[in-house]
């Protein structure tokens, strides 16, 4: 699987951003495309996955009720819609995909798929 993510920027406090991670290859495996975000000096930081069957949605904590997480299923591509940003959610995202199941899909080392990193800067 190969996975492009888009859509990073530079937003003021309070805004939002789309970001899109569009998904080739053996896409039919996929059981899960997940979205991880790491901070200047931080460790990598689950954010959102969502599941390919099913539909079922995770979210991590500091982002629970702004960021929503979705897949347009005709173009592969699964979205990660961020709204009331904050200076505290400026990363680098990531998109990956797993083929797994049975496994915790806010793991980093569940996903054996990862697309490049996509900046976001949220000015305060």
């Known amino acids: 699987v190969q996975l492009q993510a888009s859509g990073g920027g530079l937003v003021q406090a309070g805004g939002s951003l789309r970001l899109s991670c569009a998904a080739s290859?053996?896409?039919?495996?996929?059981?899960?495309v997940g979205w991880f975000r790491q901070a200047p000096g931080k460790e990598h930081e689950f954010v959102a996955a969502f599941k390919w069957s099913g539909g079922t949605t995770y979210y991590g904590d500091s982002v629970n009720g702004r960021f929503t997480i979705f897949r347009e299923n005709t173009k592969n591509t699964v979205y990660l819609q961020m709204n009331s940003l904050n200076p505290e959610d400026t990363a680098v995202y990531y998109c990956?995909?797993?083929?797994?199941?049975?496994?915790?899909?806010?793991?980093?080392?569940?996903?054996?798929?990862w697309g490049q990193g996509t900046l976001v800067t949220v000015s305060s």
């Open positions: 290859g053996r896409t039919s495996s996929t059981v899960a």
């Open positions: 990956a995909a797993t083929h797994l199941y049975s496994a915790s899909l806010t793991r980093q080392a569940t996903y054996g798929y």
